[in-house]
């Protein structure tokens, strides 16, 4: 397709940033866009992946010391979330639990709430609720030191980076430039790509095996740097 008509089906003002950043070549333009949109792609799933491994991590972990219903007990009255402080996440719940209707089971109401939830629950009145133990789901997790203190605050601030990452890719935002400006790096992918792989591995979960055949980011980056 000439870049013409690929610009008038995108939109110029939206191509305007990759062919700035390919210095007006436009056939680099439109591989750079397609190459973005691989990036994406991949990086969705490796974070669909995540988010699954890290939901599950928590609720088996709860289950242990809540029992195997322990959300709708928890945001049940005088259950872990029914107080002031984290009356949220108790309305999540329950508004979960009503979506989920005559279908409800524990199993699907960890499946219906969002990577949000999932992250809250590091907050620091969530992680009190939840007498504290949460942390225990990255076993291989480095000890704290006076430089860089690795507790749920630290961990609350990863989940969020990815999070916000996770959403621009939901809203067809762009992750090959640096920041806002038409300049092609692939170094805050690089670096979220990071996040995600440490944080498997503090769960002791094998990272590369899990993501075989379907994570290609690092090589995306390449291209994206060498383009």
Not at 199 to 220: A, C, K, P, T, V
Request: aromatic share 12%; hydrophobic share 40%.
């Amino acid at each position: 397709m000439r870049y013409n008509k690929f610009a008038e089906i995108l939109s110029p003002a939206r191509m305007s940033r990759y062919l700035t950043a390919t210095n007006g070549d436009t056939r680099k333009a439109m591989t750079l866009y397609r190459l973005n949109l691989k990036l994406s792609q991949d990086f969705f799933t490796v974070i669909s992946c995540f988010e699954i491994a890290l939901r599950n991590k928590i609720d088996e972990r709860c289950i242990v010391s809540f029992g195997n219903d322990w959300l709708r007990d928890g945001a049940r009255t005088n259950g872990i979330f029914d107080n002031q402080n984290t009356r949220l996440t108790k309305r999540n719940i329950n508004d979960a639990i009503r979506q989920l209707g005559a279908d409800y089971s524990h199993n699907k109401l960890v499946a219906e709430l969002g990577f949000g939830f999932w992250r809250y629950l590091f907050a620091q009145r969530q992680y009190n609720a939840t007498g504290r133990i949460l942390l225990q789901i990255f076993p291989s997790k480095p000890i704290s030191t006076p430089a860089i203190q690795y507790n749920q605050n630290y961990v609350f601030n990863q989940l969020a980076k990815i999070n916000k990452f996770r959403n621009r890719i939901a809203h067809h935002e762009p992750i090959c430039f640096i920041n806002a400006q038409a300049i092609k790096n692939s170094t805050n992918a690089r670096q979220h790509y990071g996040i995600i792989l440490q944080l498997f591995q503090w769960m002791n979960i094998n990272e590369s095996e899990l993501l075989y055949g379907i994570d290609h980011i690092d090589r995306y980056c390449t291209q994206l740097d060498n383009l």
